[in-house]
């Protein structure tokens, strides 16, 4: 039974996150919404943070205590850190608390527990509690009045040490006076070295018009101080990108100014049925955090902690808490809530209205008081349709408020922006405003170093647009055109149908002879002709081909062609009884509505709409599986790679990579980084690296195939493995050419002590030799590659050249480098989504120029959108979504459909929902209908081509002994769909198999059933 809710008495706040390297934010997301339930002011900073902005924020926002999960291992040296790092800055009382399901093991938890780490949460803990009963343990034991909870600061702290602000806002916050002790010498001109009290908030009351309410003499000292910080307002409407907003700002300033410090002020409301607040701004801020920001930008979320008000009575005192600690810039964010949020406006000294072009009709504008009131307007997200239209009308709306008919439209501070692109001018314009008026209204006296108006232009939605603007119903025409298809297919039916009633009774006109029969045959032989004649010549060909379709598929074998390949399959299986059973068998009607409505439906295998399955057999002599493996050093990953793939006739490779290559680092000592070095994943941060990873298999071999679970870091991991690949190539020409003693002399002579060597460590250590079945193949250009071999002399261009071309013509796997479902479920982005499209763009461009025919240049899945918490449906949805963006994006870049198509694989998870036996065959109707009938594609583009995996999600502790009969269930599931290849992974060891496993588990076999990872 689920427990009750506490309640708390005080105001309770925590930080939640993801560990470092970490995407798995499900579990956090669900705890962060129930703390908020609770009535918990969470500040959420979502995923892969490290242990210093977790602590940084902490303190800053004052929190009791902190939250996070941790799915990717390192969680020992992770929390542990933490918890020195809160200590070391004198911040031990905030508790920490985890979770990371079956990835912390019970000795762990008991090692962290005793270190000091308040709870980490198992899956039993999850059961026995439920996930309110956790969350109120947490809550109950945070619930202590902040202000009771002391910081260990030593007497004379910097003005700006976060630990004074943030109290100071505590008490502010709670009505309480903040003392701050400011060097005298903060005052102009002040030369002593002698400590000057300030006192700020406290005994008098709120004005409640949000005016200050600081004494006069209060204010006075304020004032007196060095520092007259101008409050930079900014509200606007929900969703129109205000926080990211701020933080471009603000990264501009940081960039512009070495020593302009910035205090940040964000409120948030108050959810008033459960006193929580989502404290959400933070997680847009990047510019924040980095080595010696903490000093140069404060932030502080706030809640209304009185639900409808936007702004805190509070804000005042906070804002001169800042102003005295010696800020010089402070920007007070609010949530803009209703048309009417102008409070603002009286609190700071400019105001900055952020709005999108999404107001409905121009008259609405009128109804906005901050059009009226705000100093600048930013029309953010103006890559968005409708955007320029906006931006005229919000410009005439603000002239026609100020009355300034005299001058143009252009010339009202409106500035378009587009804050989520890098770099965007239409934000550096806004800065340079901003800027301007804070040198001519304030004293701020700072001129940009780094931008100027000249150098700065408008900015153009269409330099950043993806899909261009004519393109952007690209969705709704896909649909349109499915629709359109099977309508069409059903009027066809419908036809066909006649077609056969009328010939039916044709037929019965003969053998029954009635008196009229002439007359008769004559008007049935005018409706056949009718109907007939009404059929598309495509249907007539399949209702004529039918039947010998049918004796093809009766024969003993069948000849069909890949690529110009004829391949020969028996069309029977014997059962062990010694039934004949036909491998495919076609619909027993002999009612043409009926055939002509399975064959434009559904169709045999390898036949449009490929429903079925894209080819007419299963392919033979390669099984669906891939050996996935990785962990700890390419060495020791490379050595298992061989041991999985030891009496396998293919090698067919899958290489998990560890979260530091995952997000794109190098591995590093700084502890919650070394704690995930090779954890759950192999360390690849070097082509070195990739070179030993798959040393002793052939990557240019038919036979081998190699897929990589990369995506963030996708291109570079990519360049790593064709450069691999050609180096293999190299070392083999020059060793079929007795070159190579030669010229592994010569790398030596250039390399000397620096030649990197495959160093083969295992779980007891440095081992020593290569593993069996590895020939020794793949090492000798380690340290070098073949064009350092064309510069040295040792290899002549040209032979380079052809290799290189031979190589990447032939090279065989699947990358993973779906980057718009990293964006919307397992979040290794690295760069911005746009900018990584581009990426993909990039590669696809050159798998087309260097003719890579083989390799898949994305799996787009909808694995990780099922396990982030889609349905069956849903999963789909996005999944195609997001090949049909591929498309028109590929398409926009002048590739020709033919050319890419090809190039593209799909990724499912199986669940246990009924609507996972029919996934594949619903994509690849959908994928075949849009592919033919919308974009012109050829035959082999309107193979939709996928590979499940089963579920993790369905896995768990409850009944785990149920686990591998549900995996087994769902692999059996795709099999019968014509997936093209299960992921049966090889792991030794399956420690996580259930990710509710408490202990290493050694398998029987030394190969694992199943092992699920994204
Ligand atoms: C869902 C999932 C994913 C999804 C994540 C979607 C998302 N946005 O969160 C996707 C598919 C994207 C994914 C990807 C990967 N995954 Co994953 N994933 C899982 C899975 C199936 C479930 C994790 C989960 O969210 N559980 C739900 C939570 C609520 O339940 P729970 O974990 O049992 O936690 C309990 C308690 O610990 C507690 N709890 C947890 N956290 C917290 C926090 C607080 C504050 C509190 C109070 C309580 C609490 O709540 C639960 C109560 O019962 C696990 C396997 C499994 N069945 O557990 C693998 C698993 C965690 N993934 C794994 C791996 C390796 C990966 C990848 C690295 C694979 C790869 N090579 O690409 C990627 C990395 C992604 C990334 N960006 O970091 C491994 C980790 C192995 C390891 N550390 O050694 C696991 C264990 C699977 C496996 N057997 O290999 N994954």
Redesign the pocket.
Known sequence: MEADRYSPEHPVRFVTATSLF???????N??RRILQGTGVEVIHLGHNRSVQEIVDTAIQEDAQGI???S???GHMEYFKYMHDLLEERGAGHIKI???????IVEDEIAELEAYGIAKI???E???RLGLQG??NQ?VEACDVPILELGFGISDSPSPKDARVIARSLSKTEMGEPATLKLPAAARAGAESTDVQEVQIGGEQPASGDGAPHTTEQQASKIQNLKSKAPALGITGTGGAGKSTLTDELIRRFLNDFDDVSIAVLSVDPTRRRTGGALLGDRIRMNAIYGDGTSERVYMRSFATRQANRSTSKALQDAMDVCRAAGYDLIILETAGIGQSDTEIVDLTDLSLYVMTHDFGAPTQLEKIGMLDLADIVALNKYEKRGSRDALRDVRKQVQRNHMRFDESPKEMPVYPTMASHFGDPGVTRLYLALLDRLNDDFDFEQRSRLYSWDDTPEPEPADVAIIPPNRQRYLGEIAETCQDYRSWAEQQVTYARKWGEAKGAREQVDDWAPEDQEQLAGRLDAMVEHWWAKLDARCKDILDQWDDLKEAYQQEEFTYTVRGRDITVPLYRESLSGTKIPRVALPKTDAPGEQLRFALLENLPGYFPFTAGVYPFKREGEDPTRMFAGEGSPERTNRRFHLVSSDAPANRLST??D?VT?YGFDPAKRPDIYGKVG???VSICTLDDMKKLYSGFDLSDRKTSVSM?INGPAPMLMAMFLNTAIDQQVEKHLREEGRWEEVDALIDEKLGDERPEYVPYGPDGREDGLPETHDGSGLGLLGCTGSDLVEWGALDAETYTSIKADTLNVVRGTVQADILKEDQ????CIFSTDFALRLMGDIQQYFIDEKVRNFYSVSISG??IA??GANPITQLAFTLANGFTYVEYYLSRGMDIDDFAHNLSFFFSNGMDPEYSVIGRVARRIWSVAMRELYDANERSQKLKYHIQTS??S??AQEIQFNDIRTTLQALMAIYDNCKITWWPGERWVR?????MTRSWPSSTGRSPI????
């Open positions: 970490d995407g798995h934010d499900a579990a956090i669900i705890m939250a996070v999960s799915y990717q291992g608390y985890g979770g990371g399901g079956g990835v949460f198992s899956p803990d999850g059961m956790m969350i947490m998990a990579f979260s995952l954890n759950a994943g679970t479920a397992q979040n290794t694995y990780h396990e982030a993790g999600r896995l768990h996580f198999l259930s990710g509710s092992l699920t990872a994204g």
